[in-house]
């Protein structure tokens, strides 16, 4: 397995990466009361040790009440745990390591099963967070206008303390993705719609604000999925006609990345072509994009947050599909969350070296 082409510098706007491995963002609620400690920073300092392109943080919410159901998962706002985030990029920057925060809102959600909920109700597009399921709030257009005031704020500070990206969650039917889908946005103004072209304007505007907090020359990602945890076989976009409808107007809003999460990355987004989500993102806006979806181990990660082990697997596959051109960067999660120089070892063929991964890694930071 001649991994040589995955080694490659790549270069966009402020991103300058060693190679094209990307740790993708993982839920870690070690973050007391939101401020990220000296064992988040350590964790992340150890991934930039062990060669990792580019470091996605965990998610790390805006600044608006109810955009967390979890205590222990840290913020991007307020000045201890921006201060904590300092230490974390600082601290990745020294290893050689490149990194940007994944700046997020939760909209709506169940509540957490510490118990703990936000002091005010969560918020998304119709109160809804699938299908006859609501926990929350509809947004007023003035609850809107704030929002995305929060996640340009939290975009600049990221420039400002030194990240060299930033990425905005749009996907997991979190908030941005609660407005995309139409089983939860049922609105009826500008921000809903019947077709997922019209139920974008919210990503559009968000990723314009941030767009002008940053600049043109800081590197801007989003991710988005199709998929959604409680419809796994969901499509937002049916088509890729709807598809171009759908991400060629994040690429003009200011999106320079386009981070395709996918349970399996090797499933075909539409009939007749084997390109996945990222290769046909790809394909219909020219952007750079990111697959992501059970990269080097035999099963997904919702399996791994069910308790289900998994196995190191080949990247054969995923090579015969990056050398041909179907996406930029590579997102890989629990086997970097599992070990830290899984990406050391791929470069250096030690594959004999290896690990599984198993729940018990969600419990800890593994250093």
């Known amino acids: 397995m001649n991994t040589d082409s995955l080694f490659r510098p790549f270069n966009l706007k402020s991103l300058n990466i060693k190679n094209r491995i990307v740790m993708a963002p993982m839920t870690r609620s070690f973050s007391p009361n939101g401020v990220p400690t000296a064992d988040v920073a350590a964790y992340y300092s150890k991934r930039a040790e062990g060669e990792a392109g580019l470091i996605l943080s965990e998610g790390t919410v805006i600044n608006r009440v109810a955009s967390s159901n979890d205590a222990n998962v840290p913020h991007f706002y307020g000045a201890d745990a921006l201060a904590g985030w300092k230490n974390v990029i600082d601290g990745v920057h020294a290893e050689g390591g490149a990194m940007g925060p994944q700046i997020w809102h939760m909209g709506i959600m169940d509540n957490h099963a510490s118990g703990w909920v936000p002091s005010q109700p969560f918020e998304g597009p119709s109160g809804l967070n699938r299908p006859g399921n609501s926990n929350g709030k509809t947004m007023t257009e003035t609850d809107i206008a704030d929002t995305i005031a929060a996640y340009g704020q939290a ?11 930033v990425e905005i969650h749009g996907a997991h039917d979190y908030l941005i993705d609660q407005f995309f889908w139409d089983a939860t946005n049922q609105r009826t103004d500008i921000y809903g719609g019947k ?8 990503a559009i505007e968000v990723i314009k604000e941030v767009r002008k907090r940053v600049g043109e020359d800081f590197a801007v990602i989003i991710r988005l999925s199709q998929f959604k945890p409680s419809a796994y076989d969901n499509k937002l976009a049916k088509t ?5 409808a759908w991400l060629n107007p994040l690429a003009d809003a200011g999106a320079d990345i386009f981070h395709c999460s996918q349970r399996r990355f090797w499933e075909p987004e539409f009939e007749a072509s084997d390109l ?92």
């Open 155 to 165: 975009a600049a500070d990221a420039k400002a303390l030194g990240f060299d990206t």
């Open 276 to 367: 996945n989500f990222a290769g046909w993102a790809k394909n219909v806006t020219g952007k750079t994009t990111i697959t992501v979806g059970s990269v080097g181990l035999t099963g997904d990660f919702f399996g791994a947050f069910a308790g289900e082990s998994s196995q190191p697997s080949s990247l054969d596959e995923l090579l015969r599909r990056f050398d041909r051109g179907d996406f930029d960067l590579v997102g890989v999660g629990r086997p970097l969350l599992a070990d830290p120089f899984w990406t050391q070892k791929i470069r250096e063929g030690r594959t004999d070296e290896l690990e599984g991964f198993t729940k018990e890694a969600l419990g800890k930071l593994v250093m």
């Open 195 to 202: 077709t997922l072209a019209e139920r974008s304007r919210f």
């Open 240 to 244: 890729p006609q709807e598809m171009e």
